[in-house]
């Protein structure tokens, strides 16, 4: 009885440690893990999107605008005739 009882001492004396082992190697190693799976991300969006280094001469603080403006399209006023709706009580 004395033996089983020491035995389930030991096992949670090794959860334990193993447990605090685990948070302080985490505490190291996963700031470097996590800084390669956010390169290899990044790395992985930009071949998709078929990215590439901006080329322009642009100096530093100027603006640059990449998009053209949208024309607007006029309404099409012959679709019909506006009708004014008022609540109606019960």
């Known amino acids: 009885m004395e033996e089983a009882s020491i035995q389930g001492l030991w096992f949670i004396l090794f959860l334990v440690l193993g447990y605090y082992a685990f948070k302080w190697l985490a505490r190291i190693f996963l700031p470097f893990l996590m800084q390669k799976a956010v390169r290899n991300f990044e790395k992985k969006a ?45």
Request: hydrophobic share 20%; net charge negative; glycine share 6%.
């Open 46 to 90: 930009r071949e998709q999107q078929g990215y590439q280094k901006p080329t322009d001469h642009v100096k530093e603080g100027e603006t640059v605008v990449d998009k053209q403006p949208v024309e607007r399209k006029e309404s099409n006023n012959s679709v019909g005739e506006y009708v004014d709706f008022e609540e109606v009580d019960d």
